[in-house]
């Protein structure tokens, strides 16, 4: 069945840091590819997405690029502030009527 | 703010106690889906509804049950409650009831916590 592995939190950076927050998945077939997030206290919002092969989402700052010879979905950021702690959450809508989520990966940024 | 809305935002309850969690989709959504996050499972999808008729079922236990109303609000009933049921019941919704490869959009609400004592 679908997947998706995520790397393990947290993950603590200075602010300014570069980020990234790897994701890979297993679907048969085509699957579109998302990512979320979570501050604390809150529910989830869509960050950005990726429909197909080779697109980049990108949203905040934020990218990803929908790679399927890796089958990897990697979040990126050139530079982190301190607002952008929070719960990251790569996600994967294959061919049932659901999305499949990684366990997420907690991001800490400090001053 | 997502446009989902739900109640109540917390809850707590006792052991075998019943429980019903209410959610409000987006305006002009179609489709509402129930999520359960805990520690232990992280983000597990529990059902679907669209446009009042259930689409796809996940990993929901024989002692939750739910529906759509006409109106397109949904509930989430959670009956003979244990304390592992201790957890954050999201609701979402989006427009079609596609979502998946189609990139359909799924948007979130803010969450139920329920804890059970």
């Known amino acids: 069945g679908d997947s998706v592995t995520q790397m393990e939190g947290p993950v603590t950076l200075s602010e300014e840091a570069f980020l990234t927050i790897n994701c890979t998945y297993t679907?048969?077939?085509?699957?579109?590819l998302f990512w979320y997030v979570q501050y604390p206290g809150e529910g989830l919002q869509l960050l950005l997405k990726?429909?197909?092969?080779?697109d980049k989402g990108s949203n905040k700052g934020f990218e990803a690029t929908y790679r399927k010879e890796t089958t990897s979905f990697h979040l990126e950021k050139g530079s982190v502030q301190v607002s952008d702690s929070a719960v990251y959450f790569c996600?994967?809508?294959?061919?049932?009527?659901?999305?499949?989520f990684g366990t997420g990966t907690q991001l800490k940024v400090e001053l | 703010d997502s446009g989902v809305t739900q109640t109540p935002k917390h809850l707590i309850t006792a052991t075998g106690q019943r429980v019903t969690l209410r959610c409000s989709p987006r305006?002009?959504?179609?489709?509402v889906y129930w999520y359960q996050q805990s520690l232990d499972q992280g983000l597990q999808f529990l059902i679907q509804?669209?446009?009042?008729?259930?689409?796809a079922k996940g990993n929901i236990l024989e002692r939750f049950s739910a529906q759509q109303f006409p109106d397109l609000h949904s509930e989430l009933n959670l009956s003979s409650l244990e304390l592992g049921d201790s957890a954050l019941y999201f609701c979402?919704?989006?427009?079609?009831?596609?979502?998946?490869?189609?990139?359909?959009?799924?948007?979130f609400g803010e969450g139920s916590w329920l804890t059970v004592v």
């Open positions: 996600a994967l809508g294959g061919g049932g009527n659901k999305l499949t």
């Open positions: 990726a429909t197909k092969a080779d």
């Open positions: 679907a048969t077939g085509y699957p579109s």
């Open positions: 305006s002009g959504d179609l489709s």
């Open positions: 979402a919704s989006s427009l079609g009831p596609q979502t998946g490869r189609s990139g359909n959009t799924i948007y």
């Open positions: 509804y669209y446009n009042g008729e259930e689409r």
